[in-house]
């Protein structure tokens, strides 16, 4: 009988992939707030973008995630400040961050609703995630100076709109 065949090495593969695949989701979420540190002026962030590298550090990561929600909100809200935009859902981002961390910890130490918080975390991650893709992209809406223009700035300075003035 060989090593690689039966149900044990089929389970062993499955927990494999699957462990693989969190890992790859949770580097790609990470990179997403890196990004969206990295499109704020260096003057404007409460923390520089590696940090949130941080959250790779077991244990660690569950205090780190709240720190990491406030420093990312203040610095997107001094961005809003300085170059007059509107980024849209900073507290609502920050919230579900926040409520993402705080059921994952919950999640670790009751055991009887295991089911029901790894969820509704996972429902807050993805939700954060989301918002967190948004407000990159708004950082990033800009003309070719690489300034950042509102909507509203991009509307006015429409080429249709000045013809028809």
Request: aromatic share 10%.
């Amino acid at each position: 009988m060989s090593l690689f065949a039966g149900p044990a090495f089929a389970h062993i593969a499955v927990v494999i992939v699957m462990l693989l695949g969190i890992v790859v989701i949770g580097v790609l979420y990470i990179l997403t707030l890196y990004k969206c540190l990295k499109s704020i002026s260096p003057e404007n962030r409460a923390l520089p973008p590696w940090r949130v590298w941080l959250s790779c550090v077991p244990i660690f990561a569950f205090l780190w995630h709240y720190i990491l929600m406030f420093k990312m909100a203040k610095s997107l809200h001094a961005e809003n400040l300085q170059r007059n935009i509107k980024i849209q859902k900073i507290d609502i981002g920050r919230d579900t961050g926040i409520i993402f961390a705080s059921v994952s910890l919950l999640y670790t130490f009751i055991p009887q609703q295991k089911m029901f918080l790894g969820l509704f975390a996972s429902m807050c991650w993805i939700v954060h995630w989301v918002i967190v893709c948004q407000q990159v992209n708004q950082l990033r809406v800009g003309d070719a100076t690489g300034s950042i223009k509102s909507v509203a700035e991009i509307d006015h300075s429409s080429p249709n709109q000045t013809a028809l003035e």
